[in-house]
Nanobody, 124 residues
Framework: QVQLVESGGGLVQTGGSLRLSCAASGLTFGTSGMGWFRQAPGKERDFVAAISWTGRITYKDSVKGRFTISRDNAKNTVYLQMNSLKPEDTAVYYC??????????????????WGQGTQVTVSS
């Protein structure tokens, strides 16, 4: 049974930082693509960042230079370091796994499993 458990969300002021973690189990993490998405109230789920098993990375334009995605295959964990946070970054953040080897897609429907989400709130 695949499980993805996010942690690290919270309330932070504008300009602050948070580090999200997503621990995966029940899958071959080392060859899977991992992604972070977010969903603000009343909006669709939106791509944030993705990383392939080889470390290839892609970001949403608005987070480039502020967010960093990384993974530790030994710990079956993917991270999202978020710096210089803005109120518009406020959302529920989800991690997801794409079981296709080599993938690092920005398309939500490409992902096979999702975590339960963690709330990130940035106050102005």
């Amino acid at each position: 049974q695949v499980q993805l458990v996010e942690s690290g969300g919270g309330l932070v002021q504008t300009g602050g930082s948070l580090r999200l973690s997503c621990a995966a189990s029940g899958l071959t993490f080392g060859t899977s693509g991992m992604g972070w998405f977010r969903q603000a109230p009343g909006k669709e789920r939106d791509f944030v960042a993705a990383i392939s098993w080889t470390g290839r990375i892609t970001y949403k334009d608005s987070v480039k230079g502020r967010f960093t995605i990384s993974r530790d295959n030994a710990k079956n964990t993917v991270y999202l370091q978020m710096n210089s946070l803005k109120p518009e970054d406020t959302a529920v953040y989800y991690c997801a796994v794409d079981l296709r080897p080599g993938s690092y897609s920005s398309v939500p429907r490409d992902y096979d499993y999702w975590g339960q989400g963690t709330q990130v709130t940035v106050s102005s």
